[in-house]
């Protein structure tokens, strides 16, 4: 009898084992979702409210579900069904809410490329725009930045932004020489500022201790 009551006991734990190890596999892949959503610099600000709200929520729809499932929530009540079903759709809808944007955000990027050509991440209009080459040059993607950088600076070559940028990157990969060329660039604009000018001599002395 005991060794019935141990096997019986033994088999409920296998039963628990493939759904705990299945939520568990669920919660890490929804993780790395919502990181994956909100990795880029400019989603960053509002990540880890998000992913809180989301867990929130998802927490709420667990419960429910598994009361339900228990029958500890009588559904043949027509107000307790009402309020579980809105329950369920404002928790659905909340999470939604959170994360449409960052995926509108994220599929923008795709389809300006698909428009307009060139590097998906740049700005479409006249003016110069380097926020995207330093969200890059911060990620560690200095190739994909310099392409950014290249790409603004074609519309206005001598822009002291995107020079002094695309120095600091050239700076970073270990390629002073080339920076030195865009600080060189850079002494060659008219009309600098006091500050610009002191900051491109600053730049040109380090390019030329690294080059030493």
């Known amino acids: 009898m005991a060794n019935i009551r141990l096997a019986a006991r033994r088999f ?19 993780m ?29 729809m667990l419960c429910l579900g598994t009361m339900v499932g228990l029958d500890w929530i009588p559904l043949d009540n027509f107000i307790v069904r009402y309020i579980v079903i809105v329950l369920f759709a404002a928790c659905v809808t909340g999470i939604l809410a959170c994360w449409i944007p960052n995926v509108a955000w994220l599929f ?41 950088c290249q790409w603004e600076l074609s519309k ?19 390629n002073p020489k080339l920076a030195l060329a865009q600080v060189e660039l850079i002494l060659k604009i008219p009309h600098l500022s006091e500050n610009q000018e002191r900051e491109a001599l600053h730049a040109k002395a380090e390019c030329l201790n690294a080059i030493h």
């Open 156 to 174: 206005q070559p001598d822009n002291y932004e995107g020079l002094l940028l695309l120095a600091t990157i050239h700076m970073e990969m270990k």
């Open 32 to 60: 790395l979702v919502m990181l994956a959503l909100s990795h880029p610099m400019d989603l960053r600000e509002t990540r880890w409210t998000k992913i809180k709200f989301t867990w929130l929520c998802a927490g709420v």
């Open 108 to 148: 923008s990027r795709p389809v300006d490329t698909l428009i307009f050509g060139g590097v998906g991440t740049q700005s479409a209009g006249h003016i110069p725009e380097y926020k995207y080459a330093r969200e890059k040059a911060l990620e560690g993607d200095f190739k994909e930045a310099i392409k950014m």
């Open 12 to 30: 409920e734990h296998m039963t628990w084992l493939p759904i705990v190890a299945g939520i568990a596999i669920f919660v890490l892949f929804a």
